[in-house]
């Protein structure tokens, strides 16, 4: 079924619900919300895609997507479904080199963007040379098509291109964090499974609202009759969110669900303990693309009325793949964590089955299942994971795996299966240090030790080339960004070292005033690069 299906049938049953509703900031520090209701939303995605038809596009054509958060972004990602077009989503947060390698990797053959990227592909024509449909938001000339121009005249009844689940119906780019960006394929039946499983993990309705800190989950959610509010932030920047923005956002919609990165939900949360505000009204906070300290989840005890906390683990590549909530993590995981067992993520979700191999880095042409207990390679199969890599056929060699014409996806990542079926997340399979071959250790369970010091931010294992051997070291970043490591903190760091089997071998602490993080989710720790880093001061 067509993803934008789900649509049509919202705006026939709940026409004046309100779909879409943007954050929009007034001079006097106050906001007005406009909103399109689902009937608005249905018939103007409608106006959408007959404009994008008259420009060119058509069923099958990639069509590169960059619209800014607004009402209209998930509007045209919509109207692009119903054409039965391939929406390519890609992070301009990665940066404009990785920006266009994957433009060019990708060769889109339509682009629907703002002004600012059609002046890009005037100045580096050559990753955007297969583009024949040029489609703007902004009056910009350039043989471009002007979206809005007659818009409001436009039918506002459209057929929706009848996909099957097989039909390709989105290319959606990693971030490039541990590796180069690769655009991964998606069609109808993994969004429908992915929007099925979200909504039976959090018992979503169309009785709540989300906030979403990551644009793209906006289609999930309003695919399933939810109102969803676009916030006030830059999403390419999590980090620098201004958290009262956010909570003001969230009490005049009275927002039952939000979800992002944990680098947003901190800072919310810290804002709200400073300010003695309570968020009654949400009933989940969902964060992802990092392991989520449990500190975290212990603000949210205070400022939750009846909600929780939660950490769905995934990737671009297969999402959701298990879930666990904040209290289940307080209430008998966070322990072991501490004492170096790893991040508990939770058990596999309804629809994913998840096996724990032999870690290798290569490509495998058959699984190697490990038992309980036993650390590997976390792979997974199932309706949410994604078939390939967009003509990459070397990068596909390396993540699938096909046993009896079952697809098998290398999450990248090492952890273990209890012998309750909980994955326990170590870190990333190229974040790990292998000193010899019985001898590995890797990032999550070192760190956690370190990271109880009271002055301690965060820490990342690394390694280090002396005398021709490997060596695991670590980085420190303070609380106050000190970078003078004194001897009585490094003899306080030492004694954290021989506390624990798993850190006895770290001798070798740097201090680093901030650590370079992931464009996305401005979270997960760029351990490789800290590791040249600390290499050169070698």
């Known amino acids: 079924m067509n993803i934008a299906e789900r649509i049509v049938r919202t705006s026939k049953r709940i026409p004046d619900k309100k779909s879409v509703v943007f954050s929009e900031r007034q001079s006097d520090g106050s906001y007005h919300y406009p909103f399109y209701t689902f009937k608005q939303f249905e018939e103007r995605s409608n106006q959408f895609a007959h404009k994008l038809t008259e420009a060119g596009i058509r069923p099958g054509m990639r069509t590169?997507?960059?619209?800014?958060?607004?009402?209209?972004?998930?509007?045209?990602?919509?109207?692009?479904?119903?054409?039965?077009?391939?929406?390519?989503?890609?992070?301009?947060?990665?940066?404009?080199?990785?920006?266009?390698?994957?433009?060019?990797?990708?060769?889109?053959?339509?682009?629907?963007?703002?002004?600012?990227?059609?002046w890009i592909r005037r100045l580096k024509p050559s990753s955007f040379e297969n583009v024949k449909v040029k489609v703007s938001l902004d009056k910009v000339g350039f043989s471009t098509n002007y979206i809005y121009e007659g818009l409001d005249k436009a039918d506002k009844s459209f057929p929706v291109y009848p996909a099957k689940d097989e039909d390709y119906s989105a290319i959606l780019f990693t971030s490039g964090g541990t590796g180069i960006p690769k655009g991964v394929l998606y069609n109808h039946g993994i969004l429908n499974a992915q929007?099925?499983?979200?909504?039976?993990?959090?018992?979503?309705?169309?009785?709540?609202?989300?906030?979403?800190?990551?644009?793209?989950?906006?289609?999930?959610?309003?695919?399933?009759?939810?109102?969803?509010?676009?916030?006030?932030?830059?999403?390419?920047?999590?980090?620098?969110?201004?958290?009262?923005?956010?909570?003001?956002?969230?009490?005049?919609?009275?927002?039952?669900?939000?979800?992002?990165?944990?680098?947003?939900?901190?800072?919310v949360g810290k804002y709200c303990l400073a300010h003695k505000i309570k968020l009654p009204s949400i009933k989940q906070v969902v964060m992802f693309?990092?392991?989520?300290?449990?500190e975290i989840h212990e603000m949210y005890k205070k400022i939750l009325g009846n909600g929780d906390t939660y950490t769905p683990y995934g990737a671009t590549e297969s999402l959701p793949i298990s879930l666990i909530s904040g209290s289940e993590i307080l209430g008998s995981k966070s322990e072991k964590t501490k004492r170096g067992d790893g991040t508990c993520i939770g058990m596999a979700v309804p629809g994913i089955e998840i096996k724990i191999i032999k870690a290798s880095d290569i490509p495998e042409a058959e699984l190697l299942e490990l038992g309980p207990e036993d650390i590997g390679e976390i792979v997974v199969s199932g309706l949410q994971v994604t078939p390939a890599y967009f003509e990459m056929p070397l990068e596909n060699e390396k993540a699938k795996i096909i046993e009896n014409g079952k697809?098998?996806?290398?999450?990248?990542?090492?952890?273990?299966?209890?012998?309750?079926?909980n994955l326990w997340f170590l870190g990333r399979k190229t974040h790990r240090v292998k000193v010899d071959d019985t001898t590995t250790h890797y990032s999550i369970r070192v760190e956690a030790i370190f990271n109880q010091h009271p002055v301690i931010?965060?820490?990342?294992?690394?390694?280090?080339?002396?005398?021709?051997?490997?060596?695991?070291?670590?980085?420190?970043?303070?609380?106050?960004?000190?970078?003078?490591?004194?001897?009585?903190?490094?003899?306080?760091?030492?004694?954290?070292?021989?506390?624990?089997?798993?850190?006895q071998m770290i001798q070798d602490f740097y201090l680093h005033s901030s650590f370079p993080v992931d464009v996305r989710h401005n979270i997960k720790i760029d351990r490789l690069k800290l590791s040249k880093w600390a290499q050169k001061k070698e």
């Not at 693309?289 to 449990?294: D, I, K, L, M, Y």
């Open 64 to 118: 590169l997507l960059f619209v800014k958060p607004c009402l209209d972004f998930s509007i045209i990602t919509f109207a692009l479904f119903k054409i039965g077009a391939v929406p390519v989503l890609i992070d301009p947060g990665m940066g404009i080199k990785n920006l266009l390698l994957s433009i060019k990797q990708v060769k889109p053959e339509a682009m629907v963007s703002i002004g600012l990227v059609h």
């Open 195 to 267: 929007t099925d499983a979200l909504q039976n993990m959090f018992s979503l309705d169309e009785t709540q609202s989300d906030l979403p800190g990551f644009p793209l989950f906006a289609l999930f959610t309003l695919a399933m009759g939810m109102t969803s509010v676009v916030p006030d932030m830059d999403p390419t920047k999590p980090a620098k969110c201004d958290p009262a923005k956010l909570v003001q956002n969230i009490q005049d919609n009275h927002i039952t669900f939000v979800a992002g990165s944990p680098s947003i939900w901190e800072k």
């Open 289 to 294: 693309g990092a392991p989520v300290r449990s």
């Open 407 to 421: 697809i098998w996806h290398r999450v990248g990542d090492i952890g273990y299966l209890d012998r309750d079926q």
């Open 457 to 503: 931010k965060r820490t990342a294992l690394i390694q280090i080339f002396r005398d021709g051997h490997i060596t695991p070291a670590l980085v420190v970043e303070r609380l106050d960004g000190n970078t003078k490591l004194t001897g009585a903190f490094k003899g306080e760091l030492e004694a954290l070292a021989r506390s624990s089997f798993h850190t």
